[in-house]
């Protein structure tokens, strides 16, 4: 008799963890299915954004089309080159994805500085005149390490710096602070309309 009753307690044990098991697996299953389908909807959700800033302001996605990969790496990339893209004859603006640097302000204007930490073929750091819900937008923003923008902006000028600090490390204290030609480009303008995507153009990368 005892062993009757060890068993049916034993099946039983064994029952309601089989059931407890199946059932994280399916609320496992469900959780994810929600989150996939939670992302999917962010990511239609930001490309409509995007969709319907381009015709906006008419702005020009595929600028750096001319760009040869190979060139730009080894840094020869000229800043002519850079100027016909971004300061376009047909008075366009131009799409970039890029995250905050910094936001300056000089009087009563305020400047963001945007730079793509992923891209840097060409590498162009971007210093934009923002009005002050442009502003205000990205200073509520929380703070997001991989947290980028989709930013349509008129640009007005380039510069390339001749030259730039580098270092390279001897050992964990010490380093080799080296003038090098710079490779970097600061472009200048007017920010016409921006969106946070979050990690959104550096997946698609």
Not at 21 to 26: G, Y
Not at 56 to 71: L, R
Not at 134 to 145: A, E, F, P, W
Request: with cysteine; charged share 25%; glycine share 4%.
């Amino acid at each position: 008799m005892k062993n009757i009753a060890s068993k049916i307690v034993f099946a039983l044990i064994a029952s309601a963890i089989g059931i407890w098991v199946v059932s994280n697996i399916i609320s496992s299953q469900h959780s994810k299915a929600e989150k996939e389908k939670a992302e999917v909807e962010k990511k239609i959700q930001i490309e409509q954004t995007i969709s319907n800033m381009v015709p906006t302001h008419n702005a020009v996605t595929d600028w750096k089309k001319n760009f040869d990969k190979k060139s730009a790496f080894l840094g020869q990339i000229y800043t002519v080159q850079v100027e016909d893209a971004l300061i376009r004859s047909d008075g366009r603006p131009v799409l970039f994805f890029a995250s905050v640097d910094d936001v300056t302000r000089q009087g009563n204007k305020y400047y963001v500085h945007f730079r793509n930490w992923f891209d840097l073929d060409p590498d162009i750091r971007f210093v934009l005149e923002c009005d002050s819900e442009q502003v205000k937008k990205i200073m509520s923003q929380k703070v997001d390490l991989f947290g980028q923008y989709a930013v349509v902006a008129l640009i007005s000028s380039l510069q390339r710096p001749k030259f730039e600090l580098r270092a390279y490390p001897h050992s964990g204290e010490d380093a080799e602070v080296v003038v090098e030609s710079s490779d970097i480009f600061i472009a200048r303008g007017r920010c016409l309309d921006l969106s946070f995507v979050g990690d959104y153009e550096t997946r698609e990368k």
